[in-house]
């Protein structure tokens, strides 16, 4: 595959080229190294387009997790507690030690709740995820994913590798596509989200 465009968030590009710039060496040569053809062949059931070979967004995230983890990319999951109580969840949200955030939120009579946050792939502080999901997981990614672990510091940028419409035309309906989401993050200000991101967009090359 390759990269057809990519746009720069809060000097996202920037920190990687000066401080990072193996990483961003490591995320291109990752995305050019994915044979976009071994997951081509996806027969559709889909009503507007039965029958028809398409992507299949399954197969392109194994082969981008192969790319990834044989670069020594490592997934990151922060496990966490939540409860329904606005006042006790402003008094725990910070704590970082699942096990002391949910004796916290019992002691104040309340239910804890385990959830977590998982990103794809973590390597020096920058983060990678791979999105070939329906159109509203990547402003979960943005405005969830990458801004939680960059708010505890587990992160200094996040990178969002989504495909450009020409991959998406070939996809099953609903998959985001980088002129869209592109159009999204410029909408939304400089500011939103608050955490410095590329956003990447593929095409098989």
């Not at 409860?83 to 969840?89: A, C, F, P, R, S």
């Not at 020096?124 to 402003?139: I, L, N, T």
């Amino acid at each position: 595959m390759r990269i057809g465009q990519f746009y720069s968030h809060l000097n996202g590009l920037e920190f990687l080229l000066v401080h990072r710039p193996n990483l961003w060496e490591e995320i291109q040569a990752a995305i050019w190294n994915v044979d976009a053809g071994k997951a081509f062949g996806k027969i559709s059931q889909e009503k507007t387009m039965v029958g028809r070979e398409l992507y299949s967004p399954r197969m392109l995230n194994v082969l981008f997790k192969h790319e990834f983890f044989s670069r020594g990319w490592q997934d990151m999951r922060i496990p966490y507690f939540v409860n329904e109580d606005l006042q006790t969840t402003k008094e725990t949200v910070d704590i970082r030690d699942p096990e002391a955030q949910r004796q916290a939120i019992f002691s104040m009579g309340f239910q804890a709740y385990g959830t977590y946050n998982q990103v794809d792939f973590v390597k020096d502080r920058v983060a990678v995820e791979v999105q070939f999901g329906k159109y509203f997981s990547v402003q979960y990614d943005l405005h969830v994913k990458h801004t939680f672990f960059y708010g505890r510091g587990d992160i200094d940028v996040g990178v969002e590798i989504i495909p450009m419409h020409s991959l998406m035309a070939q996809m099953s309906s609903g998959v985001a596509w980088y002129e869209n989401e592109l159009t999204n993050i410029v909408r939304e200000g400089r500011s939103n989200p608050s955490v410095p991101i590329v956003l990447i967009g593929v095409e098989p090359g």
